[in-house]
C-alpha cells in the first residue's frame, strides 16, 4: 500500500533510482557495494529508508517507531512512504533537494510505489534485483528474521509491476551484480 503525498510538479533533473525485488535477492547488498565503489562521488546519494522495525544485519535503515512515523508522515516528512509486511516504510523528503540539485538517488523500495514515483519525478531508473527461488530461500532461511513471517509465503509472493528497466541476477559474488548497476547509473 502506498502512503499518498500530495500532487505537484515532477521534480527534477536529478534521477531517483529505485531498486526492487524479492526478500533475500540481496538488494542492500548490491546497494552498499555500489556506495562503497561511489564513495566521494558527490552526485549520488544514498539516503536510509525509516521502517517501523529494527533493522537487520544487512540492512541500512533506521528504526521509527509507528507514533513517530505517523507524526513524520502527518508533517510531511517523507518522500516516498509505503506499507509492506506489516511495516511502515519512507524515505525523507530531503531525497528531493538531492534530485532538485542534479543528484541520483538510489534507494531500495517496495515495487508497489514505482508507478507513484514516476508521477512524483522526472526521471526514475527501476531496478530489479533477483536470484532464483532456491537462492532466495537459502537466503531467507540464513537471516532468520521472525519479520519475515512464513518463508513459504513470502517466496511464493510475487507482486505485479510494470517491467523494470534493469534486471540484474544476484548470485555468486557481488561483484557482477554491482558492476551492472554501476554501469546503469555511470552510463
Known sequence: MTLEAPARQPLGPGRLALV???SGAGKD???RAVRSALA???RFVFPQRLV???PGADEDNVY???VEFARLQQARRFALAWEA???FYALSSAIDDDVRAGRTVLCNVSRMIIQHARNLYQNVLTVEIT???QVLQERLAARRRASDGDLRERLARRASMEPADLVIENVGGVEKA???LLRALLG
Open 40 to 42: 566521494g562521488d558527490a
Open 29 to 31: 547488498t548490491v546497494i
Open 131 to 133: 536470484a532464483p527461488p
Open 85 to 87: 509486511h506489516g511495516h
Open 52 to 54: 517501523t522495525r529494527a
Open 20 to 22: 526492487v525485488g524479492p
Open 178 to 180: 554491482r558492476d551492472a
Open 64 to 66: 521509527v517507531d509507528p
